[in-house]
């Protein structure tokens, strides 16, 4: 079973930056859809971006369009998620996830996660 552990959350003003790593513990990292999902408090887990095994079919949730980049290196089997412009609504633990198989568009289908990092933009 694969596992994935995340890394790089933190504390950030508002407008500053963070970049999200998530090593993934499997010699087929390249097979794996992978995506970022995030949950705020009292809010329910939602899709941030996604992209496919080669990288060349890339989603995003339309509030981080501009703001975030998804990326993966296949040889160092880990995916990024660099944010820029962060903002206070962004504040969430923030979630890596994999999976063989993804609802193009809505990260849906990715059925492994990892435990989370907290990011936190103060206003």
């Known amino acids: 079973q694969v596992q994935l552990v995340e890394s790089g959350g933190g504390l950030v003003q508002a407008g500053g930056s963070l970049r999200l790593s998530c090593a993934a513990s499997t010699r087929t990292f390249s097979r794996y859809y992978m995506g970022w999902f995030r949950q705020a408090p009292g809010k329910e887990r939602e899709f941030v971006a996604a992209l496919s095994g080669n990288g060349g079919s890339i989603y995003y949730k339309d509030s981080v369009k501009g703001r975030f980049t998804i990326s993966r290196d296949n040889a160092k089997n880990t995916v990024y998620l660099q944010m820029n412009s962060l903002k206070p609504e962004d504040t969430a633990v923030y979630y890596c996830?994999?999976?063989?198989?993804?609802?193009?568009?809505?990260?849906?289908?990715?059925?492994?996660w990892g435990q989370g990092t907290q990011v936190t933009v103060s206003s």
């Open positions: 996830a994999a999976g063989l198989f993804w609802v193009a568009g809505t990260g849906g289908g990715l059925d492994i």
